[in-house]
């Protein structure tokens, strides 16, 4: 895919959404560091679920430490592996403290040391809470990058790398939240809604539905 042609689909994805951000519900670095975390291998609906009742409760790590193992479970057992959840979420908050001065790093290497955070959740926390231009490649990210001839890669690291090198700079900051709606609402992975797509004429992907 060549420059012109990115630059098209960013441009029709800005012009249907201008200002596009998580639906994880956050009000603070902390709460969106906390949601990610707790957002893997789960969907936002379920996390936003549980910390609609846990966030008024514990909205720093101090509060969250204060709830313990079985109080953190109680809020959270809805979502997938909450057991290993609970751990890196009280030991995160622990860290916070002992190093951080309890608020969230700026600084990839600092975010990536805490239990449960990678480099997906790290990218998230760096460009939603302080608009860092990074790209966090979900599974949807990978598939529609891949699907559309956007930036293909076999791993996702592969993805991110071509998407950092390809993206134009005014379309970085938000180009993880233009991609990852577009794959959770039009470019599904059972079936892609093509004919509400606004970039399908764009698009490589051969077995356009119709």
Not at 22 to 47: C, G, N
Not at 80 to 93: D, I, S
Request: glycine letters at 6%.
């Amino acid at each position: 895919m060549n420059a012109a042609r990115r630059r098209e689909i960013f441009q029709r994805l800005r012009a249907a959404n201008p200002h596009p951000t998580t639906e994880l519900i956050h009000r603070s670095p902390f709460e969106l560091l906390i949601a990610v975390m707790l957002s893997a291998q789960a969907t936002d609906k379920s996390v936003n679920l549980a910390t609609a009742t846990l966030f008024p409760v514990a909205d720093t790590p101090e509060r969250m430490l204060s709830l313990g193992e079985d109080g953190l479970k109680s809020h959270i057992r809805g979502i997938g592996l909450y057991p290993t959840k609970t751990k890196n979420v009280l030991a995160t908050c622990q860290i916070l403290l002992d190093q951080h001065a309890g608020q969230v790093p700026r600084d990839r290497a600092a975010l990536e040391a805490l239990p449960g955070v990678g480099r997906k959740t790290a990218n998230v926390v760096l460009n939603t809470a302080f608009g860092e231009p990074t790209i966090a490649v979900d599974t949807h990210i990978f598939r529609v990058s891949n699907r559309t001839g956007l930036a293909p890669g076999k791993t996702v690291q592969d993805v991110e790398n071509r998407l950092l090198r390809h993206v134009p700079a005014e379309f970085k900051p938000d180009a993880h939240h233009w991609l990852i709606l577009h794959g959770r609402y039009i470019c599904k992975a059972r079936r892609p809604d093509c004919p509400t797509c606004a970039i399908h004429d764009l698009c490589d992907y051969r077995d356009k539905t119709v």
